[in-house]
């Protein structure tokens, strides 16, 4: 772990999750970084970092996009609708997932304050 950086472990399906780190006294962060694909615990952890943390970055997925037919997609391409749910329920919602956990984040920090990065191979 880097000098100042801090790993925090927590049951992320719990209310009081990130009690420890964002109560009143605590510091404030220069960034979370969230991989979580289960949309319920990233709501409740844009909620609970929105006014402790400068910087929300989410790792996403290339699954997020709507289509894969052709290769070299730009980012501005469209993505899945939104999974309406806290949690994916088989591995074909894991891409509409992934675009609600990143709506979750865009809707608490706004765009000036998320970095979504859309890495990896995609699921079939």
């Known amino acids: 772990m880097p000098d100042g950086a801090a790993s925090v472990r927590a049951d992320r399906d719990s209310g009081e999750a990130f009690a420890g780190v964002t109560s009143p006294g605590t510091p404030s962060w220069d960034a979370v970084i969230d991989v979580s694909s289960k949309p319920g615990q990233v709501r409740r952890a844009a909620e609970a970092f929105a006014d402790r943390a400068r910087?929300?970055?989410y790792i996403s997925s290339c699954n997020a996009y709507a289509s894969h037919s052709e290769a070299g997609i730009e980012e501005s391409a469209p993505l899945n609708e939104a999974l309406d749910a806290d949690e994916i329920g088989s591995a074909s919602e894991y891409g509409v997932?992934?675009?609600a956990c990143e709506l979750a984040v865009l809707q608490r920090f706004g765009p000036d304050r998320t970095t979504i990065i859309r890495p990896g191979l995609q699921l079939r």
Do not use: L, N
């Open 97 to 99: 997932a992934k675009v």
């Open 55 to 57: 910087q929300y970055v």
